[in-house]
């Protein structure tokens, strides 16, 4: 019994030692040093941010202020905006196209011809020629006798008309024109990726707009939440979810010839890490969803770890996006990168997250209460110094 009460002695005094040797390195090093954890508390992203560190990193506390710039820089992003300066609705006329022009004169005296009438094509009074189909020529001009080279393209048809009319004059007797487009080849949109039949729509006078290019199509072989139209117009590219477009109509825009419309399919999701319900990538629909939306699909915060004051979402955004409170450092592809914390303590950054969207690829992360890291600092401590007690009471 003496030989088992010593031994159980010098255990608790090298448990001790151990104990607060520990307690010694806690003092000297950081918890991250020896403490297991899902990352950095607040205090430890603040300083990663801090303009000493010069690594281009932006922190950026999330208001209302914020929120409504982000929101309106999103709105410069729609395609009433990017495509605002669009020309006019219209068909024009491009090289390759195969017109007719036909030419009513008033009788008797004709300059082409004095041929019989034809009730079914005009009035008895008058006289009509109708000159062979001709192909625009990869000048733009066609041939007209009696007046040579006529511009045609990038002019539509009555513009077409009044400069053949007017060259005429003082050759032919009241000369009457039309021109007629036989073939477009080149007034075409471009409709791509998800629909039912990729196809080239020819646009008319009417001036067919952005929906209507994906009706010819066939509509989308996807759901209509989960789908993207990008816009394609020369060198400028952009998206939007379908149901924006479908939701309001100045984004259902008038096409133009040689745009490309793509039905994209591309599951959209964000990561979520740290004191939530859930770590996982989660999807989400196209039109988007809210900061609240996305913290309640990861089952919330986590009441027994999460420090309310440390909501984060790690992004790369674009450069005009906000006004950086340090010198920006962008990536190789042209993005800021952007650290957004929320502090829900304050009852009134919920409304702030209703307004505040996920974007794609963001990362969502909640990080631990400093109560959280004694709590485990503790547990480590109960766990050296349960079998010593038990080993005393024992001997006793």
Not at 33 to 40: A, K
Not at 79 to 103: C, K, L, M, N, T
Not at 114 to 127: F, I, L, N, Q, Y
Not at 344 to 361: C, E, G, H, R, T
Request: charged share 20%; net charge positive; with cysteine.
């Amino acid at each position: 019994m003496i030989s088992l009460r010593k031994t159980a002695r010098v255990v608790t005094r090298c448990l001790s030692v151990g104990v607060c040797s520990v307690l010694v390195l806690s003092g000297c090093a950081s918890q991250s040093d020896w403490l297991s954890r899902s990352g950095p508390n607040v205090k430890e992203v603040q300083a990663a941010t801090a303009p000493a560190k010069l690594n281009g990193m932006q922190l950026v506390v999330v208001n209302d202020a914020v929120a409504r710039k982000l929101l309106e820089s999103h709105k410069q992003n729609l395609f009433s905006g990017v495509f605002a300066s669009a020309v006019q609705p219209g068909y024009v006329v491009g090289a390759g196209d195969v017109v007719e022009i036909s030419v009513w004169e008033a009788p008797p005296a004709t300059l082409f011809g004095a041929g019989a009438t034809d009730a079914r094509v005009g009035p008895s009074t008058t006289r009509v020629t109708s000159f062979p189909e001709q192909m625009v020529n990869s000048d733009g001009m066609v041939n007209m006798p009696f007046v040579g080279q006529v511009r045609a393209a990038g002019r539509n048809p009555q513009q077409i008309e009044a400069d053949i009319a007017r060259l005429l004059k003082g050759k032919a007797n009241q000369a009457q024109v039309l021109v007629r487009v036989i073939r477009n080849a080149t007034s075409n949109v471009t409709v791509v990726g998800e629909v039912t039949n990729s196809l080239r729509m020819p646009i008319t006078a009417k001036g067919e707009r952005l929906l209507d290019a994906l009706a010819a199509a066939g509509g989308t072989r996807q759901p209509v939440n989960k789908m993207t139209l990008q816009m394609t117009r020369g060198n400028v590219v952009q998206a939007l979810p379908l149901e924006t477009i479908i939701r309001d109509p100045k984004q259902n825009i008038v096409l133009q010839p040689g745009d490309v419309v793509t039905a994209l399919f591309q599951p959209l999701s964000y990561v979520v890490l740290g004191a939530t319900g859930k770590n996982e990538e989660i999807n989400f629909e196209a039109q988007g969803i809210s900061l609240s939306q996305a913290l309640a699909r990861a089952g919330g915060l986590k009441d027994e770890r999460a420090d309310a004051r440390g909501v984060f979402i790690f992004r790369l955004e674009e450069p005009t996006a906000l006004d950086w409170p340090q010198p920006v450092a962008t990536t190789p592809d042209g993005k800021v990168p952007v650290i957004y914390q929320l502090d829900l303590n304050d009852p009134a950054s919920f409304f702030v997250a209703q307004s505040f969207s996920v974007n794609n690829k963001d990362v969502l992360y909640v990080s631990n209460a400093p109560a959280a890291e004694l709590q485990k600092f503790l547990n480590i401590v109960g766990s050296v110094l349960g079998p010593v007690i038990g080993v005393r009471a024992a001997t006793r």
